[in-house]
C-alpha cells in the first residue's frame, strides 16, 4: 500500500476512535422544573443557559424539563429519573424528614444545591366572583393544584389548618395545571386559583388581561396565620400594588423559597460548577428573570437545613466566602 493509502487508513482509524472518546466526555444533566408559564421553567432555564456556556470546559449538558412540580420533582429525583429539581422549601423539608405530604416516608437521599427565588402563596379570583376574602371560597370552585405541585400540598395544609372555618368539603375543588388556570378563569371554569409562585409572573399576567382578577389577602386569617407560626419554612411577604393590570392594592400573604435540590449521587464536580457558574455571573443571573431582582448571594443560602447541602454546593459557597 503506497503512502497516501496508508494515510487515509490511519485517518479512518483516528475517526473511529474519536467518536467515543468526544460522546463518554459528554454528560447530559436534566432539570425537573413546573409549568412553563411559571418561574420554574424559565429558573431551570438561566441555571442551563450559564452551565451550557461553559459546557467545553465542564463536559456539561444541561437541558430543562417541564413537570407537574414540586413534589414530582423530589419524587423523580428519588427513583433517579430527574438528575435535578426545583422545588418550594415546604416541600423539600417534608420530603427530607418524612413529614406533611411524605408522613413515614422520607427521601433520605435529597440533597440541597442552592436556594432561589422566595415565592408567595396567591389566591388569584374573578372580579365578578364574590370573593373579597378567605371566607368568601364557601361553595366557589377554586383549583387548588394539580396533584404532586407545589400549590397543592400548600393548599391542602390551608385548608387542613382552617377546617373549622372553610374545609376542602366547603368548595369544589378543582386540580388543573398552573398553565391552564388562566383560561379556566376567563371560561368560568373556575372562579379562583391559588399558585405559589415568584413575581411577577407570566401566569397571572395572562389572567389579568384576559378577565378583571383579584388578589386576596391571607394574612388576616387566624388558621393561616397559625399555620406560618407552626412551620418553620414559611414567611410573610407582600405582592406590590399595580404588579398585575386591575390590581391596585398590595396583597399580603405567605410563602417559601424554591430550592433546587438533587440526589446525594449526584457527582460532587457538577454541583459544584452548578453553583460557582451562578456565583461568577451573579449579575447575570439576576437579570435573567425579575423574580430575582433582589436577591443577594446570601439569599442562595436562606430557607432550607445547612445539614442538607451537597458537598459540591458546600465547596462551592465556602471558596466563595459565603459559608
Not at 433517579?80 to 416516608?105: C, H, M, P
Not at 412551620?231 to 410573610?236: C, D, G, L, T
Request: proline share 5%; glycine share 8%.
Amino acid at each position: 500500500m503506497n503512502v497516501k493509502g496508508w494515510s487515509a487508513v490511519l485517518a479512518l482509524i483516528t475517526l473511529v476512535l474519536c467518536f467515543p472518546v468526544v460522546s463518554s466526555a459528554q454528560k447530559f444533566i436534566t432539570i425537573g422544573t413546573g409549568s412553563v408559564t411559571g418561574v420554574y421553567y424559565p429558573t431551570g432555564g438561566a441555571i442551563c443557559r450559564l452551565m451550557n456556556k461553559e459546557r467545553k470546559i465542564t463536559g456539561v449538558r444541561c437541558t430543562v424539563e417541564s413537570t407537574g412540580g414540586s413534589v414530582y420533582n423530589v419524587n423523580m429525583i428519588k427513583k433517579g429519573e430527574l438528575d435535578f429539581g426545583i422545588a418550594q422549601s415546604d416541600v423539600v423539608y417534608q420530603a427530607f424528614t418524612g413529614t406533611g405530604r411524605f408522613k413515614g416516608k422520607p427521601i433520605k437521599n435529597l440533597r440541597v444545591v442552592m436556594s432561589i427565588h422566595p415565592e408567595l402563596m396567591t389566591l388569584v379570583v374573578r372580579k365578578d366572583s364574590g370573593i373579597k376574602s378567605f371566607y368568601d371560597l364557601k361553595g366557589k370552585t377554586i383549583n387548588i393544584g394539580n396533584p404532586g405541585s407545589g400549590q397543592e400540598a400548600t393548599s391542602r395544609a390551608i385548608f387542613e389548618y382552617c377546617k373549622n372555618v372553610v374545609s376542602l368539603k366547603d368548595i369544589t375543588p378543582e386540580y388543573l395545571k398552573a398553565s391552564e388556570c388562566p383560561n379556566a378563569l376567563k371560561d368560568r371554569k373556575i372562579e379562583g386559583y391559588f399558585y405559589m409562585v415568584g413575581h411577577p409572573t407570566a401566569n397571572i399576567k395572562d389572567a389579568a388581561n384576559s378577565v378583571d382578577i383579584d388578589l386576596i389577602n391571607l394574612d388576616n386569617v387566624p388558621c393561616i396565620k397559625k399555620l406560618v407560626e407552626d412551620k418553620p419554612y414559611y414567611a410573610w411577604g407582600t405582592i406590590p400594588a399595580k404588579m398585575y393590570r386591575g390590581v391596585n392594592h398590595p396583597t399580603n400573604t405567605f410563602g417559601v423559597k424554591a430550592i433546587l435540590v438533587t440526589s446525594d449521587k449526584m457527582d460532587p464536580k457538577i454541583v459544584y460548577n452548578m453553583v460557582k457558574v451562578i456565583l461568577d455571573n451573579f449579575d447575570t443571573f439576576k437579570k435573567m428573570h425579575p423574580a430575582y431582582k433582589h436577591l443577594t448571594k446570601k439569599d442562595l443560602l436562606k430557607g432550607f437545613d445547612k445539614s442538607m447541602m451537597h458537598p459540591g454546593a458546600v465547596k462551592a459557597f465556602k471558596e466563595a466566602g459565603l459559608l
